[in-house]
């Protein structure tokens, strides 16, 4: 069975930092992409980062490019978000998904396995 277990929310100020972590269980953890999504109160999910199956390519919304960083490691079939410079409009919450091998995207429909999510608030 195909686990992915967020972790690493929380509150936090304007400007502070977190980091997630998405652990994956139930497949060859280096035959997947893993993107992370976010979903705010009243708008719709969407694609923030992914790593390559390979983990050699990354991608980064304009939104939170250079201020989050993806990373993975292989040896604890593990994925990370971390997230500096945080601001109010990230508050959402956070979800990680598998999707197959190719998929350098973080585009909603190409992802076949989801996590429950993590809950970031930013406050101001």
């Known amino acids: 069975e195909v686990q992915l277990v967020e972790s690493g929310g929380g509150l936090v100020q304007a400007g502070g930092s977190l980091r997630l972590s998405c652990a994956a269980s139930?497949?060859?953890?280096?035959?997947?992409?893993i993107g992370w999504f976010r979903q705010a109160p009243g708008k719709e999910r969407e694609g923030v980062s992914c790593?390559?199956?390979?983990?050699?390519?990354?991608y980064y919304a304009d939104s939170v490019k250079g201020r989050f960083t993806i990373s993975s490691d292989n040896a604890k079939n593990t994925v990370y978000l971390q997230m500096n410079s945080l601001k109010p409009e990230d508050t959402a919450v956070y979800y990680c998904?598998?999707?197959?091998?190719?998929?350098?995207?973080?585009?909603?429909?190409?992802?076949?396995?989801w996590g429950q999510g993590t809950q970031v608030t930013v406050s101001s």
């Open positions: 998904a598998a999707a197959q091998s190719g998929v350098v995207v973080p585009i909603l429909e190409w992802y076949d396995d």
């Open positions: 139930g497949f060859t953890f280096g035959d997947r992409t």
């Open positions: 790593i390559s199956s390979s983990r050699a390519t990354t």
